[in-house]
């Protein structure tokens, strides 16, 4: 029984099953903020090959 006494990680996993809804919105929230430094940071510039301002027969 002292295995399961004063146990961080026990304590963690119990506060889990109480309450989900704390760990979806950290899930949630981790995921936008990884995302938009994965946006801003990691991928390259893209270019875009259709734009409406450059046509053929401008001048």
Known sequence: M???NNNPVIEFFHRITR???TIA???F???ICSS???LM???SPTIDF???S???NDK
């Open 19 to 21: 309450k989900p809804s």
């Open 29 to 31: 929230a981790g995921l």
């Open 36 to 38: 938009t430094f994965y």
């Open 25 to 27: 919105m950290w899930v």
């Open 41 to 43: 940071f990691m991928s």
């Open 54 to 56: 450059k046509k053929k």
């Open 2 to 4: 002292g295995f399961f």
């Open 50 to 52: 259709n734009s409406k």
